[in-house]
């Protein structure tokens, strides 16, 4: 198993029958629900969470997502689901990277990222990315 990352982080999943299409494969859609959901169990596990976010009155919302499909995965397959973030400076910007890694032969089957905005929650513009959303990632450098 190689990560792009030196430690990302990571979530363990086994492909469900409801995540298989019809081609008997898992569902692009599905590499998209996993991105959102490791993306957000990320960020709790770094401690930022909805009081975080209604305090410092700022979100970061997907701009851009760009999903690259290596190999098949099928029913049953245990994956290893990986993500980080890029180290940021004081922008508006960021940048999270996703890998998923087949545990029984260690290939690669998915790499994507995601480009996320921070907005002000009462304008809804976009804003510099608060310290309280920067600095949880530099003390968990995952």
């Known amino acids: 198993m190689t990560w792009l990352h ?3 982080f990571i979530l363990e999943h086994t492909v469900i029958e409801e995540e ?3 081609l008997s494969h898992v569902n692009n859609q599905i590499y998209l629900k996993w991105m959102e959901t490791i ?3 990320h960020s709790l596990s770094v401690g930022v969470d ?5 305090n410092v ?11 690259n499909f290596h190999l098949s995965c099928h029913l049953n397959e245990r994956l290893q689901i990986g993500t980080w973030v890029e180290p940021v400076q004081k922008t508006i910007k960021r940048h999270r990277f996703f890998q998923v890694i087949r545990s029984k032969d260690g ?4 790499t994507g990222q995601s480009l996320w905005v921070c907005i002000n929650l009462k304008n809804q513009k976009p804003t510099k990315i608060p310290t309280e959303f920067i ?5 968990h450098p995952s």
């Open 20 to 22: 298989i299409d019809r």
């Open 50 to 54: 909805e009081h975080v976010i209604k």
């Open 57 to 67: 009155g700022k979100v970061m919302v997907i701009k851009q997502h760009q999903m």
């Open 39 to 41: 993306a957000w169990q």
């Open 107 to 110: 290939k690669t089957v998915f």
């Open 135 to 139: 600095a949880p990632y530099q003390n």
């Open 6 to 8: 030196p430690t990302p």
